[in-house]
């Protein structure tokens, strides 16, 4: 099993965090790491509702499609996906700290078919890192949009 827990502190309202962290509809405009995104589903996100995101990962286009199973408002969700062999399985919490909204992400990835448990046992400590980079990025990008800029601005020059 690979899993990987990582957070950040946002600094905005919980609420407008919840809302960014579950726009599915704009997921490839608001993450840099995400080239497509669809949602799969009509009315509003909640649970049950299911999408698809393209990223490029290892140098490959890699497209997955993913339901929410848990979904409560302004607090929490849960995203889940098969993949590569795995089920995985990804729990967001939102919490208000002084100054914002601290988001928590837990990342589980269960191998399933023998393939994925072989690699799983060869690369898991590299699955880990590559996982937790992805997430940090993710939750990067989403931070920079809540705190007022935009996911593709770039530093200025020194």
């Known amino acids: 099993m690979v899993n990987v827990q990582t957070g950040i502190s946002i600094a905005a309202p919980r609420h407008e965090v919840f809302s960014l962290f579950t726009d599915m509809h704009n997921l490839s405009e608001n993450i840099s790491g995400i080239i497509r995104s669809e949602v ?25 499609e993913m339901w929410i199973t848990g979904f409560t408002p302004n607090e929490s ?15 967001f919490s939102f919490a208000d700290e002084p100054g914002g909204t601290r988001v928590d992400v837990s990342f589980d990835s269960v191998p399933q078919k023998f393939m994925a448990k072989v690699m799983t046992k060869i690369m898991g400590r590299t699955m880990i890192k590559a996982c937790a980079k992805l997430f940090d990025k ?13 996911a593709d601005a770039q530093p200025l020059p020194a």
């Open 40 to 64: 799969l589903t009509e009315g509003p996100i909640g649970e049950g509702s299911r999408f698809r995101e393209t990223r490029k990962m290892f140098g490959k286009e890699h497209t997955e």
């Open 77 to 91: 969700y849960c995203v889940e996906a098969e993949s590569c062999g795995s089920h995985d399985i990804t729990a």
């Open 138 to 150: 993710d939750m990067q990008d989403l931070k920079v949009i809540a705190e007022g800029g935009r």
